[in-house]
Nanobody
Framework: QVQLVESGGGLVQPGGSLRLSCVAS????????VAWYRQAPGKQRELVAQ??????NYADSVKGRFTISRDNAKKTVYLQMNSLKPEDTAVYHC???????????????WGQGTQVTVSS
């Protein structure tokens, strides 16, 4: 069974840093685009960062503070978050466009999410 599992969330003070990880497990034929989304209480889910076609793109609110990266050999996507602000508090979800080995059609998969809380 193909799935995405996030880790690395937690409570951090304003100005602090966290690194989120997302590991893809199962028999995977291909991983194409990857992304991180977040959803704060009472708000819609929003795109934070993505790697598409080899290029990284970021929401304006996190540019210069967050960095998305991937390790294809480890089937892992990272989100390095620096200079965190209280408004970054949300559940962060990993998203990947993948094709399972058993059914090599690209489709989107979501992780269960990891909570990030920025508070003093």
């Amino acid at each position: 069974q193909v799935q995405l599992v996030e880790s690395g969330g937690g409570l951090v003070q304003p100005g602090g840093s966290l690194r989120l990880s997302c590991v893809a497990s199962g028999m995977i034929f291909r991983i194409a685009d990857v992304a991180w989304y977040r959803q704060a209480p009472g708000k819609q889910r929003e795109l934070v960062a993505q790697i598409s076609g080899g290029s990284a793109n970021y929401a304006d609110s996190v540019k210069g503070r967050f960095t998305i990266s991937r390790d294809n050999a480890k089937k892992t996507v990272y989100l390095q978050m620096n200079s965190l602000k209280p408004e970054d508090t949300a559940v962060y979800h990993c998203n990947a466009l993948m094709s399972p080995l058993a059914d090599p059609v690209l489709r989107y998969f979501w992780g269960q999410g990891t909570q990030v809380t920025v508070s003093s």
